[in-house]
């Protein structure tokens, strides 16, 4: 009866519409059709799962669409430590300004995040009315080429290594590099 009872007040309140995008718990993809009992939502991966419209009245439900097709998207981009800040900042702007995807209002904005381990690390938020990943793998795309053409570098994760038994170490590796070797058999020979 609860679920008869959800899809009269989906039906009449509208909260949720064939088309919109929406993420139910771990659920994320379009409602393709509304049911008197259920609802089907057709994830980005193909797959069809059918709702039931009581978890779309009482569960958190987020409506990606629901008063505008507009969605943010939020490009981390990271650095090598030594370039200049500003500069990254620049060419991130120019980036985001160029994409014709991209709106411009509001407008992208670019970070400077912080400082993590491996890089200097910004940030692209920029809000798109088009299909928001292709819009960021694009982006992704751009950045790089842009960063490339500056001559800055994209670093990779940089971990120290601390010795504390070098010696056991030294006398290990030594003993591995002296022991005989055994050369494969030859396959002519079977």
Same mark, same amino acid.
């Given at each position: 009866? =609860? ?33 008197? @009992? ?32 507009? @969605? ?14 500003? @500069? ?32 200097? =690390? ?69």
């Amino acid at each position: 009866m =609860n679920n008869f009872v959800s899809g009269a007040i989906l039906l009449f309140e509208r909260p949720i519409r064939v088309g919109d995008w929406v993420q139910v718990e771990d659920l994320f993809g379009v409602v393709s059709t509304f049911g008197i @009992r259920a609802s089907k939502v057709r994830t980005f991966d193909g797959a069809d799962v059918i709702v039931p419209n009581g978890d779309l009245i009482s569960a958190r439900v987020t409506n990606w669409t629901l008063s505008d097709r507009k @969605r943010r998207v939020i490009l981390p981009v990271g650095v090598a430590y030594g370039t200049p800040p500003r @500069r990254v900042l620049e060419l991130l702007e120019e980036v985001a300004h160029a994409h014709p995807d991209v709106l411009s209002e509001p407008a992208p904005v670019v970070l400077f995040r912080g400082f993590g381990d491996s890089a200097l =690390n910004f940030e692209i938020r920029a809000f798109t009315e088009e299909d928001w990943l292709r819009v960021m793998s694009e982006l992704a795309v751009a950045t790089t080429e842009a960063l490339e053409a500056a001559g800055i570098t994209i670093p990779f994760p940089q971990r120290d290594l601390h010795l504390r038994n070098l010696p056991e170490l030294r006398d290990a590796l030594k003993e591995v590099s002296q022991s005989p070797r055994r050369e494969p058999p030859d396959e002519r020979s079977s």
